[in-house]
């Protein structure tokens, strides 16, 4: 069993982690409790002093240690992922996945983050620093288990506080091995995971040992949290749904994009939060991008994510499943064309789910106005560009969004007009560890990535005189 914790937990609440092809078992994970919360806390009360005094220096080379060690065992994480999760090995999948998680550690201890003289004339002076929280309580997704738990903790560790994280039901094991290759350098206790259920992860955001919470995940969930959170104060980075929109103007090479706008739909099978999920292409040249990403799709194949021919695998999950389907069965009762998929074999093993493009649908319908977050595209023609970007802005959500055009000015002004935290040109979700991170309206608040990162998981203070 890989636990990944400074302490051991009763080997009788364990559960069992199934693949996605027969459901086979591939390994057992603990079920902990809020009580093996309470441990993990205590041990992390008592290693954080310790570890912020290290300084920024120290804390960087230990990290950076842990670096190396997840890319020594980058290949024994990435089958774990490709298993567990899903997720194809190939591709933009588990290898690329584990990769990551030694360049986000790497990048966190590296990233220079130095006092800012905010003031220093005859006025007087003043220095604005940034210092620990003191415990970050961390809560994460299934979608990319591994390397989204990296994002919450590679930061936190840089600015000097232990971390307390509990990983999604579904994808347990993943985050217990990259947690157990990073504390084989690691200080005992500065890095705990927590494997339970729901009540582990209310328990951490009412905690008033956390004073800060990172939550990846949906928009309800995330709303929750800011509202248990409130009567600690704890600071807070809510990374939440999306449903990103893509406009692609008039004057676009369809060819030439249609294997972006491909990945940047359905990347993980298009279980991705800042992944396309509504696409907005311009009536002169709707049909022709539509048989583009048609013809491209149909050759990426689909297949259980540890044979290595495969780029696509199946949903995580049944529920995730049946979302999909049921959006994409309303949207056929609503007169949409099938141009590609929309015929999964429901009694066939795996989540397998079809990539599947939708045409001929409006804003009113589901799948344009709900988050799939699966591999169903619906794709909309429009032919005034105020009116698309008031379409695509017409959502509760704001994660990300994507113009495509043979002209960037043009398409960096259009831009500029879409109300999400990072506007991609000529691509979608294409994420680097230097690039802030985030979203706005309800899908959260609070940057991730780079300095903008680092910050978010400090507190400042500013010494004056």
């Known amino acids: 069993m890989l636990t990944g914790t400074s302490h051991k937990t009763d080997p009788s609440k364990e559960s069992c982690l199934r693949t996605h092809r027969g459901e086979s078992v591939i390994g057992h994970a603990p079920v902990q409790t809020v009580d093996d919360l309470e441990v993990a806390v205590e041990a992390a009360k008592r290693a954080q002093p310790a570890w912020e005094a290290l300084g920024h220096a120290e804390r960087s080379r230990i990290m950076l240690e842990a670096a190396e060690a997840l890319d020594r065992s980058a290949e024994a994480l990435a ?8 997720k194809p090995l190939d591709g933009p999948g588990a290898r690329f996945e584990a990769g990551g998680c030694a360049v986000w550690m790497r990048t966190a201890a590296t990233t220079p983050l130095e006092p800012e ?54 994808t347990t094991l993943s985050v217990l091995a990259m947690a157990a290759i990073v504390n084989q350098v690691l ?33 309800p969930t995330g ?23 893509g406009i692609v103007l008039p004057d676009a090479d369809p060819k030439a994009i249609a294997e972006g706008l491909f990945w940047g739909a359905f990347i993980n099978t298009g279980q991705t939060c800042a992944a396309l999920k509504r696409l907005y292409v311009h009536d002169s040249i709707h049909d022709e991008v539509v048989a583009e990403l048609v013809a491209f799709a149909k050759n ?20 995730q499943w049946n979302i999909v389907n049921d959006l994409v069965e309303k949207a056929k009762a609503d007169g949409a064309t099938i141009a590609l998929g929309g015929n999964p074999d429901a009694d066939a093993p795996g989540y397998f789910y079809p990539a599947t493009i939708v045409t001929d649908v409006t804003d009113e319908s589901e799948l344009v106005s709900e988050e799939q977050f699966g591999p169903a595209l619906p794709v909309l023609r429009y032919t005034d560009l105020d009116d698309v970007i008031a379409r695509a802005n ?72």
């Open 187 to 219: 200080p005992e206790g500065v890095f705990t995971v927590v494997a339970g259920g729901g009540e582990v992860g209310a328990a951490i955001t009412k905690h008033p040992a956390f004073g800060k919470i990172m939550f990846t995940g949906s928009t």
């Open 79 to 86: 089958q774990l992922v490709a298993h567990e999760q899903g």
């Open 300 to 319: 990426v194949p689909m297949g259980p994510g540890y044979e290595a021919e495969n780029l696509l695998g199946p949903l995580t999950n049944r529920g």
């Open 223 to 245: 709303k929750s949290i800011a509202r248990d959170a409130s009567d600690n104060l704890a600071r807070l980075t809510l990374e939440l749904g999306g449903n990103d929109a």
């Open 117 to 170: 003289t905010v003031v220093d004339d005859d006025s007087g002076h003043a220095v604005l620093n940034y210092r620990a929280i003191g415990i970050v309580g961390a809560i994460n997704p299934w979608n990319w288990p591994a390397l989204i738990a990296m994002w919450q903790l590679a930061p936190s560790l840089r600015m000097g506080n232990a971390v307390v994280m509990k990983p999604a039901s579904d």
């Open 394 to 465: 017409a959502v509760d959500v704001g994660l990300g969004g994507s113009v495509w055009s043979s002209d960037v000015a043009s398409a960096r002004e259009v831009a500029a007009r879409v109300q999400s935290g990072t506007v991609w040109i000529n691509q979608h979700g294409t994420l680097h560890p230097l690039v802030p991170f985030g979203g706005i309206k309800s899908s959260g608040y609070g940057l991730e990535f780079g300095v903008e990162g680092l910050k978010a998981v400090a507190v400042p203070q500013v010494i004056s005189g």
